[in-house]
């Protein structure tokens, strides 16, 4: 079993930047792949960035050279550092774990960009 904390979210102007955090309760360093996703209001689910367990990653093409996403296996812990960010990043970011037949989520962090 894997819990999963998000932090880091709040308010920030367009240009500005946040760093998410998803702190695991248990191991996940070489045994689970992470990934985060984000909602918007009246929006389906999205990809944002996923990590796998030998370091490989991913992003969708709306956050690519903004958004990078990295891994501490020491603090059980993955990033998210968004940069640039503009309006339409507007969402409640959650952060994953899986590694088959496993998946499990965090409760989310709201992010605004907003003037």
């Known amino acids: 079993q894997v819990q999963l904390v998000e932090s880091g979210g709040g308010l920030v102007q367009p240009g500005g930047s946040l760093r998410l955090s998803c702190a695991a309760s248990g191991r996940i360093s070489g045994l689970y792949n992470m990934g985060w996703y984000r909602q918007a209001p009246g929006k389906q689910r999205e990809l944002v960035a996923t990590?796998?367990?030998?370091?490989?990653?991913n992003y969708a093409d709306s956050v690519k050279g903004r958004f990078t996403i990295s891994r501490d296996g020491a603090k059980n812990t993955v990033y998210l550092q968004m940069n640039s960010l503009k309006p339409e990043d507007t969402a409640v970011y959650s952060c994953?774990?899986?590694?088959?037949?496993?998946?499990?989520w965090g409760q989310g962090t709201q992010v605004t960009v907003s003037s």
């Open positions: 994953n774990a899986w590694r088959v037949p496993y998946l499990y």
């Open positions: 990590i796998t367990t030998g370091g490989s990653t």
